[in-house]
Structure formats: C-alpha cells, structure tokens
Nanobody, 127 residues
Framework: QVQLVESGGGLVQAGGSLRLSCAAS????????MGWFREAPGKEREFVAA????????YYADAVKGRFTISRDNAKNTVYLQMNSLKPEDTAVYYC????????????????????WGQGTQVTVSS
C-alpha cells in the first residue's frame, strides 16, 4: 500500500512557474513508477508526465513537453513536477499516481496502469 499526498498547487499568472510535490508513505516507494495526471472541469483526467522508479526514463504529454519536468528523490519518497511557462490551459487539478513495477526502466502513461492515487492539488493559471 502506498499513500500519496500532493502539494504545491496554487494561483499563478501565465508565464509563471510552480513546483508540485507528491509525498509517498508506505513500503518500497523506490519500486513504484510514478506519474502525474490532470483533470480540468468538464474534461477527462489526462496524462501529464511519468517517470520510472529507477529514474532513467521519463515521458511527457505533447502539451507540456519542454515546459514541465518530472523528477523523483527516492531517499525522500517524493516525486516532483516542475512546471514552467504556465498557460491558462494548464489549469486543472493535478494528481500523482503510483504503480508497482519490477522493472526499474518502466514508466506508465495510461490511467488504468496506476494502482494508487493522491487526492489532487489545484493549479490555476490566470491570463
């Protein structure tokens, strides 16, 4: 079992930056592939970024590529999402998710691949 708690959301102007954190509790965080997803009002939850538990592989949605960076610190049981050059269309509730993997190079980009989810943190980008 893994419990996930996101933080770092807030209100920012377009062009600004935020860093989201996702703190995990439970055993063996270092063997969980991690992901970030977001859900805007009236839209389905969509993939944002993913990282393998070994940290060697990362994936991004086209909409955020070049602006967002996912990283993790296994010693701190935390995964991060650095968001730069934010746009109003980035406004959403952001969720982190965890998926146990035996392979340290696997990262998961689909919702159905994740077993555990946080409660979400709101990000609002004003124009």
């Amino acid at each position: 079992q893994v419990q996930l708690v996101e933080s770092g959301g807030g209100l920012v102007q377009a062009g600004g930056s935020l860093r989201l954190s996702c703190a995990a509790s439970g055993r063996s965080f270092s063997t969980y592939a991690m992901g970030w997803f977001r859900e805007a009002p009236g839209k389905e939850r969509e993939f944002v970024a993913a990282i393998s538990w070994g940290g060697s592989n990362t994936y991004y949605a086209d909409a955020v590529k070049g602006r967002f960076t996912i990283s993790r610190d296994n010693a701190k049981n935390t995964v991060y999402l650095q968001m730069n050059s934010l746009k109003p269309e980035d406004t959403a509730v952001y969720y982190c998710a965890a998926d146990h993997q035996f392979n340290p190079t696997v990262a998961v980009t689909t919702k159905l691949g994740y077993d555990y989810w946080g409660q979400g943190t709101q990000v609002t980008v004003s124009s």
